[in-house]
């Protein structure tokens, strides 16, 4: 027994490894799919850069293998994403840092919607662009199928694209700069053609010298970065199928982190380690499609396709080195962050009034000193991206500070107009910092401060409006006004994120049904991908705690620690927090109510459960009311609950003692008791009211139902039994004309064989096909009414067949039959079986001219398995179903009727046997109940 199933379990494990394998170009396979993002170089010549987002075009495209045959793989094409940002050569300034340059800026995650609401690429439905690829050399050809779309004059064009390219200058207000709206277009087949030749041909090279698929290819050359328009770099994002790892990273952590917090943090995807080497030190291999800023353990990790890191905890300085391939890039970042976390605000200092300029000149002297200081120690290891990072995180730091000291003010201000606003608050919008920043797409390099620029920024505009009669609403500090508000002034990525951290508070700290109006409006509205995946498994998570939920459902480490049972009779409230503090006092007390009786009542049926840290456990030592409903439990049950639970700091979740959720109680510790009674009370109240009102009416419900239900059973049992009887006699006259059909069939296939052996001048053979012919003829007469042979019977009729068609074709046959069979006694529908071994001699030997026929009868358990195997070309699936041929296509409907007729399950199942990869032969197999 152990043996099998350690044999399963490695063919499990062989088959997941080859689900899961880094594939060559040959070896894709219909269903395979992966997405390419191709660079295209704009406006000015001299990109250079598969990471720079400047003067280019980027298009992001899914491949769909349709079909692979031994010359050519097939490929659905499917958009995703079409953007631009590029200025025109007349107006071209390299310098990145030039204050208020206008770019030509395009992209289809945010304005990816025609006037009629169809996505900008709708037309690409249905596999109606095919890319057919060489797997010899990569070269492609393309097929734009004609759809009604593109018949009329003024349509859009599936080969040339076409959309309003919006003209911005750079800087946080216009001046000086923009323009309206010009035309972009793009030749997306021609680019689409060089680009996948391009990556096609190098992955299949690679693959003939041992290599495996790259993960970006460089197509430039003198030609290209002399043309706009001409793919530059081709890059794979993502697939169906593993990608080789292009990240290495080994990582040493100190003593006090627990094995199982080893991970690396890529948004909500948690990457493991592979191994564990007996130093201590762990690693990860991974693919990574393009840079991007990851943690692990509270370390932001810089990373770029092809680094090589070394993470080490140093015990001296009581911190993190880090060596290798593009290490410096998040050598800079730690360091840097550390001091933006540190750094006091200002505005948080001390009384703003008395601030001076001064102070103020300091407190960004020091930041921009500092931000220097690391870039001049890390700067020449680190690559072009993250310096571009690393400038604009400063500048987005800079900006973030001075607005909130704006804001500070204005707050302070609101309401006195004759109040002016200090000369050293005052915001110059035309300074360095503030005129070289495009927030539309400099998110792109992922800018450590740049969400905190983007809230400080939106609380600007909220208090601009706050200061005004007209438009005077305080409540815009408020989430859904904020959600709104935000939509509505915003656009771009700027809009999508804050509506995004504003949902996410939002769905956190209230039940979903509140924020559900808003959660569809930014499903509807938000096509990029990162913020739409925030979204979307933030509420799958939160959904597990809503009211209505279970909480066992989520196997919690914590669950055996919950006093939960089966009964829902009374109630538990259950805070789970790692920092608990001793000042903590669960007061399940209102004061609002009449008596002490009625809060004694709720209370007693009431369970706390308050789970903290073992850490925590000395401060209450004390506290002898409060222990008796606290458990410390270890750090890792912790972590697994808040894995699994999304909730805010000091969230009571409020359930029955069966684990159903009720509800999810925010607010202060010890103010929290009168929103939790409610609660209870209202559920109380609601069962009550469900079982009064069932009561009243239950009796005459169910004599007025069993009244029902006995007319309803004698009028439904004589009509069952008329239709029972017409459709068994349809079944049978079904039946019958398809073995009329049938036996006429074989008849014919059999004359011809006759007539053919009677041209060859084959006399003799002629004349033994004709004398067993004339038995086979009267064993399938006589037993063509009957509904069921026996097993003997039926052997008996393909033995002579086979033996008729060997005077044909010189071919080898075996019937093997289990020894448990009992021919004489096992009955199966007559005429089942012929038809298959005639498709065997017919398309299996017949085109070799020989070959061998294998027929085997085995029993296991009630179902009698019968296999037909030839050596020939094995079976090929049809294009045009019509022509399937008359013996496969009657005996797939006799098998339908006659598992309706007598209630079976009898299968048909047909598979190629492949050996060295090659076809050698069909196997068909009939599982008939018995």
Same mark, same amino acid.
């Given at each position: ?563 939960? =049972? !089966?009964? %829902? ?5 259950? *805070? &789970?927090?790692?920092? #608990?503090?001793?000042? $903590?006092?669960?007061? /399940? ?98 069962? =009550? !009211?469900? %079982? ?5 009416? *239950? &009796?005459?419900?169910? #004599?007025?139902?069993? $009244?029902?239900?006995? /007319? ?219």
């Amino acid at each position: 027994m152990k043996t099998k199933l350690l044999i399963v379990l490695l063919v499990l494990t062989s088959m997941f490894a080859q689900a899961k394998e880094v594939r060559t170009f040959d070896k894709l396979r219909q269903g395979d799919s992966f997405t390419l993002k191709v660079t295209v170089s704009d406006g000015a010549v001299g990109h250079n850069s598969i990471w720079d987002f400047d003067q280019a075009q980027k298009l992001e495209v899914q491949f769909d293998v349709l079909s692979v045959d031994k010359d050519s793989v097939r490929f659905g094409i499917k958009p995703a994403n079409w953007f631009a940002h590029f200025q025109d050569k007349d107006q071209y300034d390299p310098n990145p840092y030039s204050l208020f340059k206008v770019y030509n800026y395009y992209d289809s995650y945010f304005f990816s919607r025609y006037a009629n609401g169809e996505s900008i690429f709708y037309l690409f439905r249905d596999n109606n662009v095919i890319l057919s690829a060489s797997i010899k050399d990569g070269r492609v050809s393309t097929n734009f199928l004609p759809i009604p779309e593109e018949s009329g004059i003024f349509t859009r064009d599936r080969k040339r694209w076409y959309s309003d390219l919006l003209q911005i200058t750079t800087g946080v207000k216009i001046i000086g700069g923009g323009g309206i709206p010009k035309d972009l277009t793009l030749d997306f087949e021609a680019v689409l053609r060089t680009a996948a030749q391009g990556f096609f041909h190098n992955w299949i090279e690679k693959s003939r010298k041992g290599n495996l698929m790259p993960w970006f290819v460089d197509l430039r050359d003198p030609v290209t970065t002399q043309n706009t328009q001409t793919p530059t770099f081709v890059q794979i994002v993502s697939a169906s199928f593993d990608l080789q790892p292009n990240v290495r990273l080994i990582y040493t952590s100190s003593k006090d982190i627990p094995e199982d917090r080893i991970f690396i943090t890529n948004n909500d995807e948690r990457i493991r380690p592979k191994k564990k080497p007996s130093d201590g030190s762990y690693t990860f291999e991974f693919f990574l499609p393009s840079p991007k800023r990851m943690e692990i353990n509270g370390i932001l990790l810089d990373l770029t396709p092809d680094d090589s890191i070394k993470i080490e905890y140093n015990t001296v300085e009581n911190g993190y080195l880090f060596t290798g391939r593009g290490s410096a890039n998040s050598a800079y970042t730690n360091q840097i962050v550390k001091f933006y976390k540190e750094e006091k605000e200002l505005q948080n200092s001390g009384e703003l009034w008395k601030i001076t300029q001064q102070q103020i000149d300091d407190f960004f002297d020091k930041g921009k000193a500092k931000h220097q200081t690391l870039l001049q120690t890390y700067g020449k290891e680190m690559n072009a991206y993250w310096i571009r990072s690393a400038e604009l995180s400063y500048n987005y730091w800079y900006l973030s500070e001075k607005v909130n000291m704006h804001n500070a003010i204005t707050q302070q201000n609101i309401g006195d107009l004759m109040k002016p606003m200090p000369l050293q608050y005052q915001i110059d919008w035309t300074s360095k910092e503030f005129g070289c920043i495009f927030p539309a797409s400099d998110y792109l390099y992922q800018p450590y401060t740049y969400g905190k620029f983007l809230d400080s920024y939106y609380s600007y505009k909220a208090w601009q409006t706050n200061d005004d009669v007209l438009t005077g609403m305080r409540y815009l500090q408020e989430h859904i006004p904020k959600y709104y508000f935000a939509d509505a002034i915003f656009w771009g990525y700027p809009r999508f994120y804050l509506t995004s951290e504003t949902l996410k508070y939002l769905m956190t700290g209230f039940h979903l049904e509140d924020s559900q109006r808003e959660y569809d409006d930014f499903l509807r509205k938000c096509a990029e991908p990162g913020l739409r995946t925030s979204i979307t498994s933030m509420h799958e998570q939160v959904e597990k705690v809503e009211p209505g939920a279970n909480i066992k459902d989520l196997n919690l480490a914590i669950q055996n620690y919950i006093p939960l =049972k !089966n009964a %829902s009779d009374s109630y538990i409230v259950l *805070l &789970v927090d790692e920092g #608990l503090t001793e000042s $903590f006092n669960l007061q /399940l007390k209102n004061p609002y109510k009449e008596s002490d009786k009625e809060n004694d009542y709720l209370r007693d049926k009431i369970t706390p459960c308050v789970i903290t840290s073992e850490s925590r456990k000395s401060l209450f030592e004390k506290n002898n009311n409060a222990q008796e409903y606290i458990t410390f439990v270890s750090d890792d049950k912790l972590r697994d609950y808040y894995d699994k639970v999304i909730t805010r700091k000091g969230c009571y979740i409020i359930m029955r003692s069966d684990g159903t959720i009720l509800d999810r109680v925010l607010g202060n510790y010890n103010d929290s008791g009168i929103l939790i009674l409610s609660v209870i009370e209202e559920d109380i109240q609601k069962q =009550k !009211n469900q %079982s009064t009102a069932s009561g009243g009416i *239950l &009796v005459p419900i169910i #004599l007025s139902s069993l $009244f029902s239900v006995i /007319l309803t059973f004698f009028i439904v049992r004589l009509v069952i039994q008329r239709r029972e009887r017409t459709k068994r006699h349809i079944s049978e006259l079904e039946l019958k004309a398809i073995r009329a059909q049938m036996n006429p069939h074989f008849t014919f296939n059999a004359l011809g064989s006759i007539q053919n052996l009677i041209n060859q001048k084959k006399d003799k053979e002629a004349n033994d096909y004709l004398v067993n012919f004339a038995k086979l003829l009267r064993l399938v007469l006589s037993t063509s009414e009957k509904r069921l042979i026996t097993l003997s019977e039926e052997i008996e009729q393909l033995e002579l067949y086979l033996r008729l068609e060997q005077l044909r074709v010189p071919f080898r046959y075996t019937i093997d039959i289990d020894e448990s069979i009992d021919v004489e006694n096992e009955e199966i529908p007559g005429m089942l079986i012929q038809p298959i071994v005639e498709n065997a001699v017919k398309h299996g030997v017949v085109p070799k001219g020989g070959g061998h026929i294998k027929l085997t009868f085995t029993m296991t358990g009630q179902v009698l398995y019968v296999t037909v195997t030839d050596t020939g070309n094995g079976y090929v699936v049809p294009e045009d179903t019509t022509k399937t041929g008359f013996g496969l296509q009657a005996i797939r409907e006799r098998l339908k009727l006659l598992n309706k007729e007598l209630k079976l399950e009898i299968g048909l199942q047909i598979e190629n046997i492949e050996t060295d990869r090659k076809i050698t032969g069909c196997m068909v197999t009939i599982s008939i109940p018995v």
